[in-house]
């Protein structure tokens, strides 16, 4: 998604809802304001603003005093999150990852054979990813065993952010305002309860999510040297998923006690 377009896209979406009552809104935004608000007052009207110095909420919806955040995405982009290197292991070890598994993902990350990014001969990401093939494996099969721990990703990189003191999405939405998709928090943790993603095994990935650097600037110009030290997440099937989500588990009452 270009971050332009995706903001721009946001604006018309809070244009459409703020200082709106119920009845002056498309059939679809109904449709959501019926999700996010169980108490809803058609007599009243709806805030919408672009929210500042949050991490993962893009607007905030209200009506009264009750709050809804919400994260936006628009378009094809399949990129939810990116960090700086350090950030990511901490939370990696926060989450008692084993030594082993973050030592073999800085390798794969820096592909110049160190953990740091000093080597002199970087190579490609697919002759990384056959160079430390079974380290890889195991990596991913322990990155994979638990489902608390990809939930606590899944929060890291769609709802939370990396500041635990900011405020959470509680809800996605994809699209604009005249047609999305959207889900709860919770409606996707039970999704990964039910789901598996074994058949991820030719990269690094925690559930649906897959992560690589930034860049590793192998045979290009470098650009940017501090991109190497940025991890970046993407969710290769991240409509489709939504859209089997929203319809899979039900939403029909009060999002809230979901």
């Not at 896209?9 to 119920?22: A, I, P, R, T, W």
């Not at 794969?108 to 080597?119: F, Q, R």
């Not at 001969?121 to 093939?133: E, G, L, Q």
Request: hydrophobic share 30%; aromatic share 14%.
């Amino acid at each position: 998604m270009n971050t332009s377009s995706g903001i721009i896209n946001e604006e018309k979406l809070c244009e459409s809802l703020d200082g709106k009552m119920f009845n002056e809104l498309n059939t679809n935004l109904q449709y959501f304001m019926y999700y996010l608000f169980s108490d809803l007052d058609k007599s009243k009207k709806f805030r919408c603003y672009q929210t500042e110095n949050f991490i993962k909420p893009d607007v905030c919806i209200s009506q009264e005093r009750e709050l809804r955040f919400v994260s936006v995405k628009y378009g094809q982009s399949e990129t939810l999150h990116n960090e700086n290197i350090k950030t990511f292991i901490a939370f990696l070890k926060e989450c008692k990852i084993s030594d082993e598994s973050i030592e073999t993902y800085l390798l794969y990350h820096y592909g110049d054979g160190t953990t740091d990014g000093t080597g002199k001969r970087r190579m490609s990401s697919i002759d990384v990813r056959f160079m430390y093939d079974e380290r890889i494996r195991k990596m991913n099969a322990e990155f994979n065993k638990s489902k608390e721990f990809i939930k606590k990703f899944a929060d890291r990189v769609m709802f939370q952010g990396v500041n635990p003191d900011a405020s959470k999405a509680e809800y996605v939405y994809h699209g604009d305002p005249d047609y999305g998709v959207f889900v709860s928090r919770n409606q996707f943790m039970r999704h990964i309860e039910k789901k598996n993603w074994d058949y991820m095994r030719t990269c690094i990935h925690v559930g649906p999510f897959v992560i690589r650097p930034h860049a590793r600037y192998f045979n290009k110009e470098i650009l940017n040297e501090e991109h190497r030290n940025t991890v970046v997440v993407n969710y290769p099937r991240f409509v489709e998923d939504l859209n089997y989500i929203s319809s899979r588990y039900s939403y029909a009452f009060n999002p809230s006690k979901q």
